[in-house]
């Protein structure tokens, strides 16, 4: 187990070395999600009475286009370095490549999340400071990148990358938008807290199932 745990540690390790040397990635992600709620925070205006409804919405949009714009980076640099054959040679099993790549993104994304969270409540009189909603964008981070490395694996191999995953990846990852979507809006009406567990239950049970299911057909995935 530390042996598998070391070549997955690796994996990342190489992703969040070129991340930082590029800042590619997470700076993408921050200024396409920012954008993304300025526009929407002008474009409703919502009051008070109304921000609960509205919010919740413009959170999410923010974070799935910013997500699905790193996840087509996901293997990107290995495909036109002409590394990604050296990859899939690498004597390490498929599985460690599929959480080193995972794990990458969910990084780069729950960053991206950490630092538009506040300016999202500043724009929308939000308190700044709301734990729930973490948690909730901490697990449906999970699940959201779950789903996309492995689709991104596939589209990477395609010549319409760019089209080809939000094609796969939308149909399959709506179950968790939409509870991600449902527990921020309990949250931001400050709604019982009973009515948020069902919720988290259902992401949770998502990341489960699609964690062990993504990582035993991840060496089918990368197959050109």
Do not use: H
Not at 181 to 187: D, L
């Amino acid at each position: 187990m530390r042996g598998f745990g070391g070549k997955v540690f690796a994996m990342l390790a190489k992703d969040l070395l070129l991340e930082f040397r590029a800042r590619e990635i997470v700076v993408s992600l921050l200024v396409f999600a920012l954008l993304t709620i300025i526009i929407f925070s002008f474009a409703f205006e919502p009051g008070p009475d109304r921000i609960g409804i509205v919010a919740p919405g413009v959170l999410w949009v923010a974070f799935t286009f910013a997500g699905v714009l790193g996840l087509n980076r996901a293997f990107v640099q290995e495909k036109d370095s002409g590394c990604l054959q050296g990859l899939m040679l690498c004597p390490v099993d498929r599985e460690a490549i599929y959480f080193g790549k995972m794990l990458a993104s969910f990084i780069f994304m729950f960053i991206m999340e950490i630092i538009i969270m506040p300016v999202f409540s500043i724009f929308l009189n939000l308190p700044i400071f709301m734990p729930w909603l973490l948690l909730i964008a901490f697990l449906a981070t999970i699940g959201f990148v779950a789903v996309g490395t492995i689709f991104s694996a596939i589209a990477v191999n395609t010549k319409a990358r760019d089209l080809m995953l939000p094609l796969l990846f939308f149909p399959v990852v709506v179950p968790v938008l939409i509870a991600a979507v449902k527990s921020s809006a309990i949250v931001l009406a400050g709604s019982s807290l009973d009515d948020l567990w069902p919720w988290l239950q259902m992401i949770a049970a998502f990341d489960a199932i699609f964690l062990v299911i993504s990582a035993l057909i991840f060496q089918y995935a990368l197959e050109e």
